[in-house]
């Protein structure tokens, strides 16, 4: 071998690397942008809860379906306990219209301060069963309420379920609303509720759902109100709830929405891909919030008997004294939610 052969063939080797390095990485870059224009490499969804609770898992499960079925090209990265809003869970539906947030499952609680109609969800016993809710969201109510949110600005795709919010405290059975006299229960960000559980003689405490259970281990608070898979999950009966009163007081759906400029940004084909995935989402969402309470016998109430908690289910006669004292809050918010929509949705109820 030449003594110049011998000097080129380690120059060759080191071109050859460089070269290869520079392909890599002209490759590389070549992968990071090949979204189509104006998408953007991670969209953030917004949830209260995390994948332990059935809310947050729709939302894992949303995320996984868009990327699989868009092969990567809309890459959704949940954010949990509303994070992106500093764990606020009433500035989540502003957050959205203002583009801090691109996707979100959230709750007609959460929303209602913003969209009004929202409360019809809450007003107090007009929903008794899933039956009742399925007949409300799944008609002309559901599509005007869609409708509403479109108008209030932003892109409203399918339904979920919290599911019904049951009622749970530390010190006492209750079975009336004399029960509740006095005991300090924590509420959501909504007047509706503060006006309901002080018409039954409760304290209401307003708090987010980051600072209720640190409250309730404390003992700054006596109890709460909350779907009881969340009881579960959240290992309620660990901070000195012991007490669960199942009096289906109304029910909390979910809604999944996107951005409208987010929504705008992406092909046709790709937000209707965007849009079955929430259908089917919500859907596998809805069954995981029914668990344990739909099937016979409600296996879920008797889990949570077996954690040494009391479980009271009312007669109807007993929860008809509460029906009774939450008359005068229903009367005044349907009339701030809108009588006809109210209505419609009475109707819907009465005719499941």
Known sequence: MSFQSFLFKPLTRRLMGVLALGLGLSLGAQAQTALPPGYKAEYKLSTVVGTAFPWGKGGDIWANMV?????????????????????????????????????????????????????????????????????????????????ILDRSGVVPLAWGENGFRELTNSKREVRTPADLKGLKIR????????????????????????????????????????????FTAAKLHTVGQKNVTMWGYMIDPLVFVANKEIWNSWTPQDREIVRQAAVD???????????GLVEAGRPLLKEIEGLGVKVTQLTTAERAQFVAATRGVAAKWKTQIGAPLVDKAEKAVAAK
């Not at 989402?281 to 668990?291: D, F, N, S, V, W």
């Open 67 to 147: 990327r699989e079925r868009t092969q990567g090209r809309i890459n959704i990265k949940l954010y949990p306990g509303v994070s992106l809003v500093g764990g606020d869970q009433t500035r989540e539906f502003t957050a959205i219209r203002q583009g801090v947030i691109d996707l979100a499952i959230g709750s007609s609680i959460n929303w209602s301060p913003q969209v009004k109609e929202l409360n019809l969800f809450s007003l107090p016993f007009l929903i008794s069963d899933y039956a009742s809710l399925d007949a409300i969201t799944s008609g002309e109510v559901g599509k005007e309420m869609f409708a």
């Open 281 to 291: 989402a919500g859907k596998q969402e809805i069954g995981l919030a029914r668990a």
């Open 187 to 230: 509420v959501v960000g909504s007047p509706l509720f503060i006006d309901m559980f002080t018409a039954l003689g409760a304290n209401p405490v307003q708090m987010s759902w980051a600072d209720a259970q640190p409250a309730l281990s404390s003992g700054a608070i006596d109890g709460q109100e909350n779907p009881v898979s969340i």
